[in-house]
């Protein structure tokens, strides 16, 4: 699941550092002052933008750089306000409301401390920064709810489409079951007739009945192509929805991502088997709380990702692996195994089947 925030407008939101520039302008300070005031600067850009590429679960880093670097440097420049305030965006946005609450607690309470502690010329910097903080926090809890239901806006969209299509697919089993039924019952009984008729040289008879099972067949032709016109066949939807949940049965957030491909029976069974296998690893073994799986097409190439967010551990490989790909190897399709803020499933396997 996409735990990230938005880049686009990155840059746009550093206008909030005027608390920490004005003062650069309207203060006389000692060389080294400005020196210390543009590394602090440039490390707290660093640690902004560094934030931004993390997800929520790994976003405790570039927080904690930025709670540092504004620390350091509120002795030299009380307009670190600015600093602690995106500090408190990123906590709104990254954690639940227990942990925000605990964290937005250590935040100002640091805060209270380095004005006890050290010589802060600016007898505002509590009074205006602390709400400054907490209003700013407060737009992160928003933004964090705003991706959560977006998220969730997503998967259903997604979900709704493989159940309409297994719904549709449903139908048009139990069309063709009745269509095909009553015709191939015809069929016989006018072949038979035919034959029979045949047997006692009975000619003009026999190839009446001959025409009319021909016309018989084609009004079932038209019927079956009535019946499937406009539907796309969804093999996989199926068994992707009864995975997706069992890993909510598990207490995870499973989140369906692209368009679920046709594929021959075939290779439709060894995905099957091989994504049964790897979603019952993600519940054997991963410490995470969300899992997504997504169809790419890519060129010329299917990849289907099984991605979790548990913390990450060495792999080992044991014989449910290698029987993995050793049965994808016999459709030409291959697994790879990637650990990166939890573990990531990949098979690849080209849109042309292979012929042997």
Request: glycine share 6%.
């Amino acid at each position: 699941m996409n735990t990230q925030l938005e880049r686009k407008m990155s840059w746009v939101y550093l206008i909030n550092l005027i608390f920490y520039i004005i003062p650069l302008f309207t203060v006389s300070f000692a060389p080294w002052q400005y020196l210390s005031m543009l590394t602090a600067l440039l490390l707290f850009l660093g640690c902004y933008f560094w934030a931004y590429r993390c997800n929520r679960h790994t976003m405790h880093w570039p927080i904690a750089g930025i709670v540092l670097v504004a620390a350091l440097i509120t002795p030299v420049n009380p307009g670190s306000v600015s600093m602690f305030a995106y500090a408190g965006f990123f906590i709104g946005f990254a954690y639940s409301l227990r942990r925000y609450l605990l964290l937005m607690a250590l935040l100002t309470g640091l805060m209270v401390l380095l004005e006890i502690t050290l010589t802060i010329h600016w007898n505002l910097f509590l009074v205006m920064g602390i709400p400054i903080v907490l209003a700013v926090s407060f737009l992160g809890r928003a933004e964090q709810t705003k991706q959560r239901h977006y998220l969730a806006e997503q998967q259903s969209e997604d979900e709704i489409k493989q159940l309409a299509a297994m719904v549709e697919r449903e139908r048009i089993g139990r069309d063709l079951h009745d269509i095909l039924g009553h015709t191939l019952s015809s069929v016989i009984l006018k072949a038979d007739l035919a034959t029979k008729l045949l047997a006692h040289q009975q000619t003009e008879p026999a190839q009446q009945q001959l025409a009319e099972l021909s016309q018989i067949a084609r009004d079932a032709l038209s019927q079956v192509r009535q019946s499937v016109s406009g539907y796309k066949h969804q093999g996989l939807t199926a068994e992707v929805a009864k995975l997706l949940g069992r890993l909510r049965d598990a207490g995870f957030q499973a989140a369906l991502k692209g368009e679920i491909p046709v594929l021959s029976n075939r290779r439709e069974t060894a995905v099957i088997l091989a994504l049964t296998e790897l979603v019952t690893n993600v519940m054997r073994h991963s410490k995470g709380d969300s899992c997504q799986l997504q169809f790419l097409q890519q060129d010329n190439n299917l990849h289907i990702c099984l991605s979790d967010n548990g913390p990450a551990t060495a792999i080992n490989e044991g014989n449910g692996i290698t029987g993995l790909r050793e049965r994808l190897a016999a459709i030409g399709a291959t697994l790879a195994l990637q650990q990166h803020h939890g573990v990531t499933a990949t098979i690849q396997l080209p849109l042309q089947e292979q012929t042997l």
